[in-house]
């Protein structure tokens, strides 16, 4: 059974930073491109960062570039989102994703066929 499960997330000040995790069980994580995703209040989900099979290459949403970095550990079949410098329109459920075979930016662009997504961690930005 494919699972993908993320932690980290919490309630954060702006400017204040988070790591969130999410491990992969069930595949051949090394294989699949990943990402994180992330729905606000009211709005639709989207990419923020995706990364490809080994981790070297990257793709981030515009909003985020020089804030979050997305990291890879195939060998504990986790990948990582760092995020500093947090704002209030960071706020929302994080969700973290997997798909065979699509390029980082394909996925971030949303991919409709992503084989797996976890169930996201809320990250808050509030003072």
């Known amino acids: 059974q494919l699972e993908l499960v993320e932690s980290g997330g919490g309630l954060v000040q702006p400017g204040g930073a988070l790591r969130l995790s999410c491990v992969a069980s069930g595949f051949t994580f090394d294989v699949y491109t990943v990402g994180w995703f992330r729905q606000a209040p009211g709005k639709e989900r989207e990419g923020v960062s995706c990364a490809s099979p080994s981790g070297g290459r990257t793709n981030y949403k515009d909003s985020v570039k020089g804030r979050f970095t997305i990291s890879r550990d195939n060998a504990k079949n986790t990948v990582y989102l760092q995020i500093n410098s947090l704002q209030a329109e960071d706020t929302g459920i994080y969700y973290c994703?997997?798909?065979?075979?699509?390029?980082?930016?394909?996925?971030?662009?949303?991919?409709?066929?992503?084989?797996?997504w976890g169930s996201g961690t809320p990250v808050t930005v509030s003072s």
């Open positions: 994703a997997a798909e065979r075979g699509v390029s980082p930016r394909g996925l971030c662009d949303g991919s409709p066929s992503v084989a797996v």
